[in-house]
């Protein structure tokens, strides 16, 4: 019913990243003059997803045991919908993972049963990644918990880290996300750090590619600090923004459904 | 009578003036026998408590000695595993000191009935080990196999499940790969661990391994010692075994400090109790002492007058003395012995003997069944015996230190 455009990749990365720059109006000017922040996380945050999107992505984790690459096609619709269905390896092809506000749910095809994912789940892997079921569904928040702030001017490369902090009583994971983005304000690198002030993680943006028409990092990398040898990589492939998206997408009966 | 023909004069003499007068004797002995007996009792039960504490803090999850992946106890990651966990295991089970070893897998998982998703912890464990006496599934006579799995009763009600129920398990692989099947539960368990009883969904070590995606590997050991007591020397010997070379060995007691406090507490209190021995038959020995040498002064004075060294009516003071302790702990051991022996063949149960308290407690995320079975050891009444014969003397020192400080002349006076 939207508009049609595709990122797959987008859904999953709007739906994993916590806020990522929009490119449109911000861009304008590559002086050193501070952005308004306000207006660069906004960006950020629609940068993978706009209104809607469809991509089709790939990720890789890497653990020191093991190399696993699926591919996977994401809608994505506003702030709070998303659907992930992976394609491949075709022992996990089917599996899906509809998100509908902060509600989860899992389809297995192997079991033919849809489960949703308890709060207690929230922080566990999301489909054996580094990112978290709570990357699902925490990013349409990050604007309301925390508060944002200019921090310093970067030199290489040429940007402004921007610095997120909890606001009081929030509960959550993180205490501070620190946010890189360059000139064109595109994000470069998002450091999250944990309740007690540690580096959790870090995520890196990179591969900046023209994709559904626009300019953005095609390539993330999740790097959980305390586990050496891990990491999760997403790499969009296709991505279409603001394209229609049938209306029972987002729901418990085409999540069953698959793709 | 009793001490024979052959025994010093002194000793039969000593035994013989007991027995002058039966009726305090008889009194004192009861005294002495009434508070060993009752030592013994609680002895007994200490020693139940402490082993018993030891085996239900041991016995279901910890065992005497674990052994993980070094990583594994602060990560609790599916991949830190140890591999050739069955050649570790066979090895180990060949052991003389080792009286059992069960291999498990922890994954956490999801698990639902329905569309609602559980966090779980799904534990893959030696069903032949784990069902043993005192273990986790002690008694357990539903089979497993065939996709069958037990459920932690608080969880299962949690889930709203029951026996037959089936029940999708949702994880993720060591591989990173994702993990699901569909089970049936074929029971629910009540364990005397609440985080099973909570958490746990219960299956063979072989399914876990193949939903989980694991080869020949596990999360931890969980070795029993045959003698509970040398946990700590067998992990330092397998420690440096070949077939657990780089993995992390401990002792129960350093895995769980603060159970081990809890056993070392109860194993103290025998001090407490043996002050009460002390008291007891210091008061018996010193009152039967000091009456007797009081009233047989004459009599003191007439050993003396006659040449008797004094030192030998200390010694026969003592040694009345430490007769009558003796005997008095001797009579109270076979009598406490006896009813310990009764107590832990029919077992105590402590609710029927409140009148209807809990039959069991949970503290520590443990729980205890409230049946008492007391048992002593040898030391406990050599504990006992001596402490009675130590205050028989140092209660009658003073009595004999007079009488041999008599003035014969004047004690015969008397």
Same mark, same amino acid.
């Given at each position: ?43 950020? +945050? +629609? ?103 200019? +921090? ?29 983005? +360059? ?77 | 009578? @009793? ?17 002058? =007068? ?22 007994? @039960? ?14 279901? *999850? ?12 602060? $990560?609790?990651?599916? /991949? ?50 784990? $069902? ?34 089936? @029940? ?6 060591? /591989?990173?790969?994702?993990? =699901? ?15 099973? =009883? ?10 876990? %391994? ?28 397998? %420690? ?19 159970? =081990? ?6 194993? !103290? *209190? ?95 995320? !443990? ?20 402490? !009675? ?26």
């Amino acid at each position: 019913m939207v508009t049609r455009q595709p990122v797959c990749a987008a859904a999953l990365a709007a739906v994993l990243i916590v806020a990522i720059s929009p490119g449109s109006a911000a861009r304008l000017s590559p002086q050193p003059q501070p952005p308004d922040v306000a207006a660069v996380l906004a960006r950020l +945050d +629609d940068l993978y997803r706009s209104k809607s999107s469809i991509a089709r992505m790939e990720i890789v984790v890497t653990s020191p045991r093991s190399t696993r690459t699926m591919r996977l096609k994401a809608w994505t619709r506003g702030e709070d919908d998303a659907l992930i269905v992976i394609e491949a390896p075709p022992r996990e092809a089917g599996t899906s993972t509809l998100r509908v506000g902060s509600n989860l749910w899992n389809f297995l095809p192997r079991i033919a049963r849809t489960i949703r994912v308890p709060p207690s789940m929230m922080l566990g892997s999301w489909m054996g990644t580094d990112f978290t079921n709570d990357d699902l569904v925490k990013e349409s928040s990050m604007h309301r918990d925390f508060s944002s702030r200019i +921090d310093r001017r970067s030199d290489a490369p040429p940007g402004w880290w921007l610095r997120l902090d909890v606001k009081p009583g929030v509960v959550g994971r993180w205490a501070r996300i620190d946010i890189l983005v +360059d000139d064109a304000n595109l994000p470069v690198e998002e450091r999250h750090f944990d309740r007690k002030g540690r580096l959790a993680r870090v995520m890196t943006f990179d591969e900046t590619r023209t994709l559904g028409g626009r300019r953005l990092p095609a390539h993330l990398t999740l790097t959980p600090v305390d586990q050496p040898g891990q990491r999760t990589e997403m790499r969009y492939l296709e991505l279409q923004f603001d394209v229609a998206i049938p209306n029972d997408t987002f729901s418990l009966s085409r999540l069953e459904r698959g793709q | 009578m @009793i001490m024979g023909a052959r025994l010093p004069t002194t000793w039969r003499i000593a035994w013989r003036n007991l027995w002058r =007068n039966p009726r305090r004797t008889s009194l004192a002995l009861a005294a002495i026998g009434l508070s060993v007996t009752l030592v013994l009792l609680y002895d007994g @039960i200490l020693r139940w408590e402490a082993d018993y504490l030891v085996d239900t803090i041991t016995g279901p *999850m910890l065992g005497h000695v674990q052994a993980h992946a070094p990583e594994w106890r602060r $990560t609790r990651a599916m /991949d830190k595993t140890m591999t050739g966990s069955s050649r570790a295991v066979e090895a180990l089970r060949r052991d003389p000191d080792v009286g059992g070893v069960d291999a498990r897998v922890y994954a956490p998982a999801l698990a639902a009935l329905g569309e609602e998703g559980f966090a779980v912890m799904v534990v893959g464990v030696d069903m032949a080990e784990a $069902t043993r006496p005192s273990r986790l599934l002690q008694g357990l006579k539903v089979p497993l196999g065939g996709r069958r799995v037990l459920v932690g009763r608080l969880l299962a009600e949690q889930m709203g499940v029951k026996p037959g129920a089936e @029940i999708a398990i949702v994880g993720q692989g060591i /591989d990173g790969s994702l993990a =699901n099947d569909l089970f049936t539960v074929a029971a629910l368990i009540d364990t005397s661990v609440d985080l099973v =009883n909570r958490q746990a969904i219960v299956l063979p070590l072989a399914e876990a %391994r193949e939903l989980f995606a694991m080869g020949d590997e596990a999360h931890e050991l969980v070795i029993y010692a045959r003698d509970p007591a040398r946990a700590g020397p067998l992990a330092a010997r397998l %420690r440096g075994s070949s077939e657990l070379a780089g993995v992390e060995v401990l002792d129960w007691k350093t895995a769980a400090p603060g159970m =081990n406090d809890l056993v070392e507490l109860v194993s !103290v *209190m025998w001090v407490f109790v043996l002050l009460l021995v002390f008291v007891a038959a210091a008061a018996g020995v010193a009152n039967t002492a000091l009456m007797s040498t009081f009233e047989r002064t004459h009599e003191f004075g007439m050993l003396l007058a006659l040449g008797t060294a004094p030192s030998r009516i200390v010694a026969m003071i003592l040694i009345e003395s430490l007769a009558l302790g003796v005997t008095g702990a001797l009579l109270g051991t076979a009598f406490g012995g006896a009813l310990v022996a009764w107590a832990y063949h029919a077992g105590v149960d402590f609710a029927k003997l409140t009148g209807g308290g809990p039959t069991s407690l949970s503290a520590w995320g !443990v729980t205890f069944t409230m049946i008492m079975r007391p048992r002593l050891a040898a030391i406990d009444i050599v504990r006992v015996v001596l402490a !009675v014969m130590v205050t028989a003397i140092l209660a009658s020192a003073w009595p004999a230190l007079r009488a041999a400080r008599l003035q014969p002349a004047r004690a015969l006076r008397e």
